[in-house]
């Protein structure tokens, strides 16, 4: 599975506008196939909104949005600053993609890695994900596939801020993250950003 994330930044207060018009051109487009996620930035980069397509793969992706929908995408060049379109390859153990109940506050963590670490990533998570689980939900976990390269991503669900304190607090003195084993000396840099999910969106 692939997961496309399109960032939109906006410009400033325009992400009610753009909220608008997503609101009465998207259901058209989720005809065609499902979305995800829709979440507006809350820490990070601000007037954002992201969207989250999963697709089974590069040729199932290529197929459906060759499809004509009416009024889709909704006309965004009077409010859009850019568009950031990044295509994600599942990890093994990323929970499959549906509409759930994950929580109100979503954190995407970006890692860059040393060439050719992602495998060792892979297993060292592999072998720790499921106790972490038992705090709070992993939503997305990949690795990039156009673009740069050796990038990680994983979001988490929280209930809201103290939630994520709290946990974050609690697997660190119980030693269940992070994963040990990991590429020693291949995380090169990390940055996370918090978004909330909008009505839009299928993950809550």
Not at 108 to 121: D, F, L
């Amino acid at each position: 599975m692939i997961l496309e994330i399109r960032s939109y930044t906006l410009r400033l207060g325009a992400v009610p506008k753009a909220l608008g018009r997503f609101t009465e051109s998207l259901p058209a487009r989720a005809k065609v196939s499902p979305m995800a996620g829709f979440f507006q930035s809350e820490v990070g980069t601000l007037n954002q909104i992201h969207m989250m397509w999963p697709y089974a793969d590069l040729a199932e992706r290529e197929r459906l949005r060759k499809v004509k929908v009416d009024n889709y995408p909704p006309q965004m060049s009077d409010i859009g600053v850019e568009l950031d379109v990044r295509i994600w390859n599942a990890a093994p153990f990323s929970p499959p993609v549906q509409p759930r109940q994950y929580g109100e506050l979503y954190e995407i963590r970006t890692y860059t890695y040393t060439a050719g670490s992602i495998p060792k990533v892979i297993e060292s998570w592999s072998g720790a994900i499921g106790e972490r689980q038992k705090y709070s939900p992993l939503v997305f976990a990949g690795y990039s596939e156009f673009g740069l390269q050796n990038l990680w991503i994983h979001i988490w669900a929280y209930e809201d801020w103290n939630d994520r304190q709290r946990i974050r607090h609690e697997v660190h003195e119980k030693g269940v993250w992070p994963p040990k084993g990991g590429p020693e000396g291949g995380l090169l840099k990390q940055q996370n950003i918090f978004v909330t999910p909008t009505a839009l969106s299928l993950w809550h």
